[in-house]
């Protein structure tokens, strides 16, 4: 089955930069086609934060920053604050038999 | 701007089925491609199954394929998943998510505990 993997966690003191890495297992064949990425605060709905790779949607802080260069992907969170505390998901569609949307394993940032 | 409103939290018993709501507002339920999401305590996000316009039908997860139906009514722009067969294992917070090239609007999430 395919998979993407994050850190467990990452931490960092505010004004810090910190990058969550997203990769696919490597054993895995499939294709994978746009990264994208979410934020959740404890009890609340997961919000787009990246799509396409790097794009942020209309509203979201230019200090989270995506990029994907070959394998992994990854998220880069600029000037860290407070509020930057959650849990952050990266996700993919795979192409292998069947065509699946694939959720990373999750990363928990935690603000010190 | 899309709004998604999902209906209450339920309690179900092993065995039984689950019919959870997401009305939409701001577009109509035709323009958009609604999927599922859903997350059990503790755990991430584990995609379930949605529309694809390219293929004009619902797909559906591997992990789901014969316990869950998504269906829609274009007419309330209302989207509906059910999930049938259900377990323990079933007892998560369900989302409905609008697709374009990612998942762009959430729902607020219904959370289905599976009990007896």
């Known amino acids: 089955q395919s998979a993407l993997t994050q850190p467990a966690s990452v931490s960092g003191s505010p004004g810090q930069s910190i990058t969550i890495s997203c990769t696919r297992t490597?054993?895995?064949?499939?294709?994978?086609?746009?990264v994208s990425w979410y934020q959740q605060h404890p009890g609340e709905a997961p919000k787009l934060i990246i799509y396409?790779?790097?794009k942020r949607p209309s509203g979201v802080s230019n200090r989270f920053s995506g990029s994907k260069s070959g394998n992994p992907a990854s998220l880069t969170i600029s000037g860290l604050q407070a509020e930057d505390e959650a849990d952050y998901y990266c996700?993919?569609?795979?192409?292998?038999?069947?065509?699946?949307?694939?959720f990373g394993t999750g990363t928990k940032v935690t603000v010190l | 701007q899309v709004q998604l409103v999902q209906s209450g939290a339920e309690v179900k018993k092993p065995g039984a089925s689950v019919k959870v709501s997401c009305k939409v507002s701001?577009?109509?339920?035709?323009?958009?491609?609604m999927h599922w999401v859903r997350q059990a305590p503790g755990k991430g996000l584990e995609w379930m199954g949605g529309?694809?316009?390219?293929?004009?039908?619902?797909i559906y997860a591997q992990n789901f394929q014969g316990g869950v139906t998504m269906t829609e009514d274009t007419s309330t722009d209302t989207a509906y998943m059910e999930l049938s067969s259900l377990r323990s294992e079933d007892t998560a917070v369900y989302y409905c998510?609008?697709?374009?090239?990612?998942?762009?609007?959430w729902g607020q999430g219904t959370l289905v505990t599976v009990s007896s």
């Open positions: 396409e790779d790097s």
């Open positions: 996700c993919s569609y795979a192409i292998t038999d069947s065509f699946n949307y694939v």
């Open positions: 701001g577009y109509t339920l035709t323009e958009l491609s």
């Open positions: 998510a609008t697709f374009g090239e990612s998942f762009d609007y």
């Open positions: 529309f694809d316009p390219e293929y004009g039908e619902t």
């Open positions: 490597s054993s895995d064949v499939a294709i994978y086609k746009f």
